[in-house]
């Protein structure tokens, strides 16, 4: 068995003042940190001398403990290595000195214990498909191409040359050359008018979400929600007490109109309009207009969720609705969790000039603000053009994957599976047949090392059943495989 280091152990307890003596008190303590599981099989003690010094005793109570200890069987003695709990205690010394009052683990209570209503909110259904990291694994990019060497020599640069200002307090608002940096790109790739003041870094999308919800709404408020929508959003409003309006989408994007009509008076509208999660479509340049114009009119906001809009291969990336909106009425959301990889944790929103305030109070408020190293980091790989080079690569990658994506459908599940907005994105989206239960080919999917998504999860209205597949990081055979056990499934 592997010996472990003692690392941080439970406080040992002795009491001088009372008449046991204290070798028997210590061989005690170990008896039952042992026998409860405190102290695990392997585990090094301290040395008689590090622990008498800890403890401000002498040294010959814990030589007896310890003496005591290994001849009954607690402890044994290794070469090099020095004292260590024995690699397996008896069963006739597990019951032995335990008292009624020190069970081997903590007490449950009686029945549920109250927790608030926002945390019931929170609870998500169990979701046994992402349990693998199988074939179309929805947000998984491929990590396989990442430049590792080019972002090790970056990271390691920044770690050799940390000083005591990249250890302390960072800016809420985020790292200062960052923003300036994300700035300049939004500007020429996504047509995002703004500056480095209106940037606010957080740890991804879904912060983001969660500052506009806690800024904007006031409890019971109305919110337009795409119907399918990303159930993300839908647990970041939902949690701060906003009413969600579920509003269709169809091939142009959100109904506007049917919004309107629904609840002409919501406080904002949540939209993914270059790349609508999770059915693809992009909304059309008609219904972009109408929805600045039911903002600019009913004093509302309109939250653009950016998420992966780099990578369309129907032509260049659209520009964003925030560039077209002459009102100041959209709060911009990006990261770079879908570009990069997911456990980077470096995400942004730009949002409207008066509003900077507000949100920056927000983004202190929820968890003061984002590591710093990485922010740093992350403005070398944009500064030094590797960002942009990585982007590029990912692209023709993706969109040879979701070719592999197509014919693997076309070949195995024709007629079975109606594709949805394969023109952009890490993911597709299709309806499966009347009466299949979207639900049930995930479990079973998931049981055959595949990891698909069901679509009804995504809706707040009437479900329809469907399926989401990310190929982001899927390989060609990955995908083949995927869609072959995938088409055994219903």
Not at 42 to 71: H, K
Not at 187 to 215: F, K, M, N
Request: a neutral charge; hydrophobic letters at 40%.
């Amino acid at each position: 068995m592997k010996r472990l280091h003692a690392g941080f152990l439970p406080s040992v307890a002795v009491d001088p003042a009372v008449d046991v003596p204290l070798y028997l008190q210590l061989s005690e303590w170990f008896r039952q940190a042992i026998l409860q599981g405190q102290l695990r099989p392997g585990q090094r003690v301290p040395s008689t001398r590090r622990l008498a010094d800890e403890l401000n005793i002498s040294r010959i109570p814990v030589l007896g403990a310890y003496e005591q200890l290994q001849a009954e069987g607690y402890l044994e003695t290794f070469t090099g290595a020095g004292t260590c709990v024995a690699r397996a205690i008896p069963d006739d010394l597990r019951g032995a000195g335990r008292s009624p009052r020190t069970p081997s683990s903590p007490g449950q209570p009686a029945g549920p214990r109250r927790v608030s209503q926002r945390a019931a909110r929170m609870r998500a259904p169990e979701q046994t498909w992402l349990a693998n990291q199988g074939a179309f694994r929805v947000g998984r990019p491929a990590l396989e191409q990442f430049p590792f060497a080019v972002w090790s020599k970056l990271v390691s640069r920044h770690a050799r040359h940390m000083n005591a200002d990249a250890m302390i307090y960072g800016d809420p608002a985020g790292y200062s050359p960052l923003r300036e940096a994300i700035a300049d790109y939004l500007g020429a790739v996504r047509g995002v008018r703004c500056d480095a003041t209106q940037v606010l870094i957080t740890t991804g999308s879904q912060q983001g979400l969660q500052i506009c919800a806690h800024v904007l709404f006031d409890h019971g408020e109305r919110v337009w929600m795409e119907d399918p929508g990303y159930p993300g959003a839908h647990q970041a409003f939902h949690t701060a007490g906003a009413q969600l309006v579920p509003v269709p989408v169809d091939e142009d994007g959100l109904d506007v109109a049917q919004g309107a009509r629904l609840a002409p008076d919501a406080r904002a509208a949540y939209v993914s309009p270059s790349h609508q999660f999770p059915l693809g479509t992009t909304m059309s340049a008609a219904r972009r207009m109408q929805l600045i114009d039911w903002a600019a009119r009913n004093d509302a906001w309109i939250v653009e969720d950016d998420y992966d809009s780099e990578y369309r291969f129907g032509g260049r990336p659209l520009a964003s609705l925030q560039g077209t909106d002459a009102h100041a009425r959209v709060i911009y959301l990006g990261t770079f969790s879908k570009v990069m990889f997911p456990a980077l944790r470096v995400g942004y929103m730009v949002v409207p000039r008066d509003l900077v305030r507000d949100f920056h109070a927000g983004r202190d408020a929820m968890d003061t603000f984002t590591s710093l190293l990485y922010q740093r980091v992350m403005t070398d790989f944009i500064r030094e053009g590797h960002f942009a080079r990585h982007i590029r690569g990912m692209r023709a990658l993706y969109q040879a994957r979701r070719s592999a994506v197509l014919d693997a459908l076309a070949e195995h599940l024709a007629g079975r599976f109606e594709v949805m907005g394969a023109d952009a994105g890490m993911q597709l989206a299709g309806w499966l047949p009347e009466g299949v239960d979207d639900v049930a080919v995930s479990r079973m999917a998931a049981t055959r090392g595949v990891s698909v998504r069901p679509l009804s999860l995504c809706y707040l209205g009437r479900p329809r059943s469907g399926l989401i597949l990310g190929y982001g990081g899927a390989s060609p055979e990955e995908i083949r495989e995927g869609v072959r056990e995938l088409s055994h499934c219903y």
